[in-house]
């Protein structure tokens, strides 16, 4: 089963970036859609982006379109997370997901998830 390890997270004011980054341990990485999730204190996780086996498909949750952009690097095995503009409402512990899909949405099964990098932005 592929290891998912996130990093980058931290603690940042408004209107801050950030970039995360996931790194999966399988060789077959390029070949499945990513994502990446979130759950704030007291919430449940919520769908923040998702992108196609070789990039070229992305999708994104309403409330951060246009802040934050996910990307890969199948050379590394890496899917990326810049978030810009940040807010405290991006307050959580991020996660990265792995589908067994070659393009995946929200609505997708993802079967791996990684132990998740926490994101807090103050005011």
């Known amino acids: 089963q592929v290891q998912l390890v996130e990093s980058g997270g931290g603690l940042v004011q408004a209107g801050d970036s950030l970039r995360l980054s996931c790194e999966a341990s399988?060789?077959?990485?390029?070949?499945?859609?990513m994502a990446w999730f979130r759950r704030a204190p007291g919430k449940p996780r919520e769908f923040v982006a998702s992108?196609?086996?070789?990039?070229?498909?992305?999708t994104y949750e309403d409330s951060v379109k246009g802040r934050f952009t996910i990307s890969r690097d199948n050379s590394k095995n890496t899917v990326y997370l810049q978030m810009n503009s940040l807010k405290p409402g991006d307050t959580a512990v991020y996660y990265c997901a792995q589908s067994g899909l070659r393009v995946a949405s929200k609505n997708s099964h993802f079967a791996s998830w990684g132990q998740g990098t926490q994101v807090t932005v103050s005011s």
């Open positions: 992108i196609g086996w070789n990039g070229d498909v992305t």
């Open positions: 399988a060789r077959a990485f390029y070949e499945y859609a």
